[in-house]
């Protein structure tokens, strides 16, 4: 049933990956979404998401052999960027983005506390509070006009908000729950 | 008499030969990064490229978004990035961007627009400031290898002044690296958002495509752009370009960056075999000086030899004929 199509994610540096898959899952701007083999074309702006590509089970281009138990999973920590979907191509385009194995989970939680901390310090500026490392769906609350989704994380990547999720984001890629 | 010319020129053979060896090796040096940064190069071009994808897809279907998007018509605060590098010895790689950029700013300012600066590398930040303009912002150590977190830092500085108006325009020049052959120093639109025509032609011509974003609102008339019409866009096409300025801006100065790495390194790599051959071609020279010299004053020290013996000869007692010159001597001397 799953039609492999090509996916890739890639950062300026280079490309993180690349290759036929069944599935990719991520979160855009506006809610969480997954994309199958002949989705329509679609632009969107990324939230700070984890990336989850399966990677297409049989032998690649194989006519999609209905494997219902399907390849490996593989997650990326993506730092906020665009997702382009034309002609069975789905490229993540990311300024960062990391390979969950690739994640040094020390260091995120690290980062988590102080990001914590200076939230603390500099108030909520842009961003509702979120708790856990659970990415809950949409809350465009509290005052003013917060940025929120690809908002925070494009135009205010400096900000403790963002740096709160992003780290969040890298915990939850890298399979380490941050109560753990 | 003899011997001082040669020492001199020994010493000045010592000299030029330490010279050869530091300019060997910084061509060398540069060769090997010049490898890299292709590469780095090459690694970069999927992302570019996929920021481009997005921002024609998304310009195309934005309504009312001009601020974001093609040529201004009247500017009258600009900013300028222009990339250099930190170090000199590298020909006329600084100096070519640094005039360019210097004419540029000249036209332009007939026009009616006021320019300021941000420069990459210690080169541009010395002229700007003894040429007297103003440099809003100046980095250095990025250019021998650039980062994409150096090119966001760079970014930042004239993402701010645009998103909040007081720029209408930002433009780039740098070295762009064609080939390992081929370089060319070339001026951008770097925001707004180059339109298509402007991106595809690379170079900038003035007031030459401003591409009317209106008409591509309504449905209606879309049919003739084909496909681009069957997007979906997440959240709105005006709300993604607005999320797509910071991101393009720093696609393309990473880019720029890394180009103007490479055809640094190029340059400097050029500038530094001419500058080995130059020293190995001094050497020679000083060498066949050194030993003409040397040649000369043996040459005279055997004339003396062999003046003085034949005086002896002359005024010593006839019958004796050619003895050896010792035996001369020291009768002489006896």
């Known amino acids: 049933m799953a039609t492999p199509f090509h996916a890739e994610v890639v950062t300026p540096e280079r490309v993180l990956f690349a290759g036929e898959v069944d599935e990719v899952l991520m979160r855009t701007d506006v809610g969480e979404i997954a994309f199958l083999a002949h989705h329509t074309e679609f632009v969107g702006a990324l939230d700070i998401t984890v990336v989850t590509v399966r990677a297409a089970s049989g032998e690649e281009g194989a006519g999609g052999a209905p494997a219902e138990a399907s390849g490996e999973q593989q997650r990326f920590a993506v730092h906020g960027g665009f997702v382009h979907m034309a002609n069975n191509r789905l490229s993540v385009l990311a300024g960062v983005a990391e390979r969950a194995e690739e994640i040094d989970v020390a260091r995120a939680r690290t980062a988590l506390e102080a990001a914590r901390e200076r939230l603390g310090r500099e108030g909520p500026p842009s961003a509702p509070d979120r708790r856990g490392a659970e990415p809950s769906t949409a809350e465009p609350e509290a005052g003013g006009t917060p940025l929120t989704g690809a908002r925070l994380a494009l135009l205010a990547p400096a900000s403790a908000a963002a740096a709160l999720r992003r780290a969040e984001v890298r915990l939850q890629a890298a399979g380490a729950s941050e109560s753990a | ?334």
């Open chain 2, 1 to 334: 008499m003899a011997g001082g010319e040669e020492r001199e020129l020994r010493r000045r053979i010592r000299s030029v030969g330490a010279t050869r060896k530091i300019t060997r090796a910084m061509e060398l040096i540069a060769a090997s990064e010049m490898t890299r940064a292709q590469g780095r190069i090459a690694g970069s071009r999927p992302y570019v490229q996929g920021i481009e994808k997005v921002l024609a897809a998304t310009a195309a279907e934005a309504v009312g978004a001009e601020r974001f998007l093609g040529r201004p018509e009247q500017v009258d605060q600009a900013l300028l990035v222009a990339i250099v590098s930190d170090r000199g010895l590298a020909g006329g790689y600084n100096n070519n961007v640094l005039r360019t950029a210097l004419r540029h700013i000249r036209e332009h300012e007939r026009d009616g627009t006021t320019y300021r600066l941000v420069t990459v590398g210690r080169k541009a930040t010395s002229f700007f400031t003894f040429n007297g303009r103003e440099v809003l912002e100046s980095y250095t150590k990025m250019t021998d290898r650039p980062t994409f977190a150096d090119a966001r830092r760079v970014a930042e500085s004239i993402v701010g002044p645009f998103l909040a108006g007081e720029v209408g325009l930002v433009e780039l020049i740098s070295t762009r690296f064609l080939s390992a052959g081929s370089q060319r120093v070339e001026t951008r639109q770097l925001l707004p958002l180059p339109a298509e025509d402007d991106r595809a032609e690379g170079e900038r011509t003035a007031g030459a495509s401003h591409r009317d974003a209106a008409p591509a609102g309504e449905g209606g008339d879309e049919d003739s752009s084909g496909h681009l019409a069957l997007y979906e866009f997440e959240p709105s096409p005006e709300e993604l370009l607005q999320l797509l300025v910071p991101q393009y801006a720093e696609a393309v100065l990473y880019q720029a960056l890394l180009e103007a790495s490479a055809s640094e390194h190029t340059a400097r790599q050029r500038a530094m075999a001419s500058a080995t051959e130059n020293a190995d071609e001094l050497i020679t020279t000083y060498r066949r000086a050194m030993n003409r010299a040397r040649q000369e004053s043996i040459t005279t020290e055997i004339m003396e030899i062999v003046g003085g013996a034949e005086a002896l000869r002359h005024s010593g007692s006839s019958d004796r004929g050619r003895s050896d010159l010792g035996d001369a001597l020291e009768e002489r001397t006896a």
